[in-house]
């Protein structure tokens, strides 16, 4: 009965590949988020749903595309990966902002070679 | 441009004794902090908690101060235990945001 859960945990891929990380949540929150850990630990903010719209777009480059089919999905779609791209993504859910906190997945380790 | 700054990348601290983290932060617009914890290969969870009315807020053997004028935050774990030790990350946002900022984290060994 995990909370929050994505798949996969870990991915190695080659330069100019595409790929995609997974994310559910089944705690019946309506905002979702991703974020990413680069190789300094910083947790940085890359997206982030409301009941399926796009609320939180940081400065990503547009290879990352974020989609939501429902309130407890959102995917994250990499496309023509890069090396800088290797770091640990994170996906988030909570019920509204303010102290509401956010409940993380255990993380996705992607490597680019 | 990082509004949430935890200058101690580490602190050390034995079994029993009290363990203080340190966040400072620039945005004078954020209204609510919040403490995660985070073991290696997991994700972060969350500790505690303090809105900016408060200037404390208290769960069992954690504290967290809240000193909005100096833009500061303090978490204080009494008694350490050998399984504190982890990352330790400040997070802040404001009144209607969404966006959850971090700090670097402060990583956390209790010695035994």
């Known amino acids: 009965d995990t909370a929050v859960s994505q798949t996969p945990k870990y991915l190695v891929t080659q330069m100019g590949n595409d790929k995609s990380i997974k994310c559910e949540q089944n705690?019946?929150?309506?905002?979702m988020y991703w974020y990413k850990q680069d190789s300094k630990k910083f947790l940085k903010i890359m997206f982030s749903?409301?009941?399926?719209?796009?609320?939180i777009n940081e400065t990503v480059p547009n290879r990352f595309s974020p989609k939501s089919p429902d309130k407890a999905h959102l995917n994250l779609h990499i496309n023509s990966l890069e090396l800088g791209d290797s770091a640990v993504y994170f996906c988030?859910?909570?019920?509204?902002?303010?102290?509401?906190?956010?409940?993380f997945g255990n993380g996705t380790r992607l490597t680019v070679t | 441009d990082q509004q949430v700054k935890q200058n101690s990348p580490s602190l050390s601290v034995q079994e029993g004794r009290i363990s203080i983290l340190n966040c400072d932060y620039t945005?004078?617009?954020?209204?609510?902090f919040l403490w995660y914890k985070k073991y290696p290969a997991e994700g972060p969870t969350f500790l505690i908690s303090?809105?900016?009315?408060?200037d404390k807020n208290e769960d069992g053997r954690f504290t967290v101060f809240l000193n909005k004028s100096a833009k500061h935050l303090s978490l204080h774990i009494v008694p350490s235990q050998p399984g504190d030790s982890a990352v330790y990350f400040c997070?802040?946002?404001?009144?209607?945001?969404?966006?959850?900022?971090f700090g670097a984290g402060t990583t956390v060994t209790v010695r035994a």
């Open positions: 988030a859910s909570s019920q509204g902002a303010g102290l509401s906190p956010l409940h």
């Open positions: 705690l019946g929150h309506d905002t």
């Open positions: 749903y409301n009941n399926k719209e796009l609320i």
């Open positions: 945005n004078s617009m954020f209204d609510y």
């Open positions: 303090i809105s900016s009315i408060k």
């Open positions: 997070a802040a946002r404001g009144s209607n945001d969404y966006k959850l900022s």
